[in-house]
Every structure is written in C-alpha cells, then in structure tokens.
C-alpha cells in the first residue's frame, strides 16, 4: 500500500469516475485504474464496483477511504510543522465562499492581503454552503467563508461576525414611507428571492414563516435568481423589495441608498464563519486571512448581542 494509491482511491471516491479522478491527479487514467487494481489485490478487497455509472464505492471501501483520509492528512501535518518554524509565511491557500458574501466582503480586505503577503497564493471559488461542506470533507478546499451553524460533525466553525438584514425596496412600494419596519410588516408576495441552494433565500423564508405557509398570489413577473446584485435591479425597476445583507450597503451610491430600510430592534442577524475540516493544515495562512477579514469589519458586526441569529436550515 503507497500513499499514491490511496490519493487515487480518494480521487475516484470525490469524482466517482476514473477518468475524472485522473485528471486531477495529472496521471493517465491507466495508470490510475493499474494502482487501484494492485491495491485491492493486495488487500483481497473490491473497493469499487465498477458495474455502475457512477462509480459505486462498496462498504469495505468507503471505512478504508474514510481511514486514508486521516491518515493523509497527519502525514501532511509534518512539512506543515516544519513551515510553523520559519517566519516567511508562503503557500496556496483555497477557499469556498458563498455568493451572497464575495462581492461585499472580498474588496474589504484582499487588495491590503495581497500587499502584505504576495508570497501567499489565495485561489477563491464561489460555491453554496453544502458545495463547500462537501469540498471541505474530501480535502478540495482548505476553508470556507459562510453562514453558519453547518451542523456538521466533521467541520469546525469559527464565527468572526453578525451581520444585520436590512430591506431594499422600490420607491412605490407602501413600506417606503415607514422609518424603520418590522418583518411582520413584509409579504412574501412582494419580495423577490435567491434561487434554490442558497442560504440567504432559506434565511429570508425563515424571517417570513408565516407569509411563506400563505398561498401566494398570481403575479404578473415572478423570477428567481443566484445573484443578490440581480435582484436589486429588479427592485429598482420599482417591483417590490428584496432583503440584502448589511455589508452590501457599502459602495452604493446615495440614490441606492435611499431605498434602504433597517428594521426595528433586536435586529436579526447571519453568523458568518470561517469553516474547516477537523483536521483542518496550513493553520498559519488561515489565521492571516482571518486577521485580515475582522481588521476590514466594523466594530459594530463583531458582536453579537442580543441579536437573533437566524438559521438557514
């Protein structure tokens, strides 16, 4: 048993497809297929049964890739130990956020990130919060950036903030005239929502409870979408509003901002976290990143208080 073959087990398990697994290994799939072969003669076991489309790992293999696992990642703790003793900081550091946080916190803190430590490589990928629970099990990513609690018994999370909800809403909307307003005062009706998957629609309906077990009513334009900056647009063609998390308020202009609405308090809040495996390496770059996401915060975000913490589940 080497090492190698059981990185390719691993790879074919994620990709459950040999040719896949291949290509992210930067081998040849008969050479991938050769090692896999050898190590279940060795073992006297079938890892996989290849009868299936997608390839189906069996029981004794998924309690030896669930072992590999473990064991792959100690071994990658000893030339992280040698690294932790030396003071230039360097690496590639990958990292799964979610949409509906990149375009506001990203610009916050990457450009002063860069300057500080250009010989840290950060290689960022937009993914939904289960895309990068399942990224961060199977090793394809070193840390997540999303809403938590996650609920997962493999993962660790680290909450750096709080963030409010506040309401964008169409200038001949009813609510417009109201200073701040309650979420008992919203109708699903009139707000438009992120597609399915993500844990901002599922926080929006979570707020709204209520309206959302009502029967909503025909509506002459209905429309989902993956991106907060869509909807926006939408709601500035004055059709009704759409909740925006607080930190998209920063770099819109003052007529945008105008059409912002802040509830009453205790306000509702998003836990965002960093998330990793357990097990989680390059302890020392995840520090940095986090150091560097909570300088770029406000203060106010930072605690939670006696703010609801709302879930997304």
Not at 231 to 248: A, H, W
Request: proline share 5%; with cysteine.
């Amino acid at each position: 048993m080497t090492i190698t073959q059981l990185e390719y087990v691993i790879a074919v398990d994620t990709y459950k497809n040999f040719a896949e697994a291949a290509r992210h290994c930067y081998v040849t799939q008969p050479t991938l297929s050769m090692q896999i072969k050898k190590l279940e003669e060795e073992m006297d076991i079938l890892i996989f049964d290849r009868s299936k489309k997608p390839v189906l790992t069996t029981d004794i293999g998924q309690k030896l890739i669930s072992q590999a696992k473990l064991g792959l990642r100690e071994l990658k703790k000893i030339p992280e130990l040698v690294e932790a003793q030396e003071e230039e900081v360097k690496g590639i550091l990958r990292i799964g956020i979610i949409p509906t946080l990149s375009p506001y916190l990203l610009p916050r803190f990457i450009t002063k990130f860069i300057k500080d430590y250009p010989d840290i490589h950060l290689v960022f990928e937009e993914l939904l919060s289960d895309q990068i629970a399942e990224k961060l099990n199977n090793d394809l990513i070193d840390v997540g950036i999303l809403v938590s609690p996650l609920e997962d018994k493999n993962l660790l999370e680290h909450p750096m903030f709080y963030e409010s909800f506040v309401l964008y809403i169409s200038t001949t909307h009813p609510l417009t005239s109201r200073g701040e307003v309650n979420f008992e005062d919203l109708d699903i009706k009139d707000m438009w929502l992120l597609k399915e998957g993500h844990c901002f629609r599922s926080q929006t309906i979570n707020i709204c409870t209520e309206q959302v077990l009502k029967e909503q009513v025909d509506s002459p334009l209905r429309f989902e979408s993956g991106s907060l900056e869509t909807l926006k647009k939408i709601v500035e063609q004055d059709f009704g509003y759409t909740l925006l998390p607080e930190l998209s308020i920063n770099g819109m202009t003052d007529i945008q901002k105008q059409r912002i609405k802040y509830f009453k308090d205790p306000q509702p809040v998003r836990e965002v976290s960093l998330v990793t495996h357990r097990s989680y390496l390059k302890k020392k770059l995840i520090k940095l990143l986090e150091n560097a996401i909570l300088e770029s915060i406000p203060e106010h975000l930072k605690e939670k208080g006696q703010r609801p913490v709302i879930a997304w589940r």
